[in-house]
């Protein structure tokens, strides 16, 4: 199954709780619109999520004019926002943020399937892909960030389950 990351804090987060490589064992493809792609993820770190799997979708000239259509329509979404949903919506893929804005509200109105973080930590548990202390110590960290947007009650449930 495709999934689309429309949100780089995704990826972020992931590294940063030692679980990036991790997520591409998951029995899903992940993408970024080549746009995203290029303006947050060009370097070392792309490079890098390339060599793990991740892959950059260019938009079709349809999926193109529907970003820029629900850009006019929707100025509260970003460029890279639309062309994450256009994608989505035209391949019938799902979407991982962490968006809790815009892009959430939106796809959520538009029926597209959509999903965060956390979703990522049940597919590692549920497939028993990372060992319950590796997923309580990486989500430990990444809500130990200061500008961390997870739900609080959603995140402490996680962490009972995962306790060692």
């Known amino acids: 199954m495709p999934v689309l990351v429309s ?3 995704v990826l972020i987060d992931l590294e940063r709780g030692r679980l990036l490589e991790e997520m591409f064992r998951l029995p899903f493809e992940f993408a970024v619109p080549d746009l995203l792609y290029a303006r947050e993820l060009a370097g070392p770190l792309g490079e890098q999520l390339v060599a793990l799997g991740l892959r950059v979708e260019v938009l ?5 004019a529907r970003a820029a259509t629900v850009r006019r329509q929707y100025a509260s979404l970003s460029t890279p926002d ?3 949903f256009a994608i989505a919506e035209s391949r019938q893929w799902t979407l991982l943020t962490c968006d ?3 892009l959430r509200e939106f796809a959520l109105a538009e029926r597209i399937e959509m999903h965060g973080v956390l979703w990522l930590f049940d ?3 549920e ?3 990372v060992a319950f202390d590796r ?3 990486g989500l430990n960290t990444i809500f130990a960030l200061p500008r961390c947007g997870l739900p609080a009650q959603e ?3 996680r962490l009972t389950r995962f306790a060692p």
């Open 155 to 157: 995140v402490r449930r």
């Open 123 to 125: 597919q590692f548990a």
């Open 100 to 102: 809790g804005g815009g």
């Open 60 to 64: 079709t000239p349809v999926e193109l």
């Open 7 to 9: 949100d780089p804090s």
């Open 82 to 84: 639309t062309f994450a």
């Open 127 to 129: 497939g028993n892909h």
């Open 135 to 137: 997923l309580h110590d």
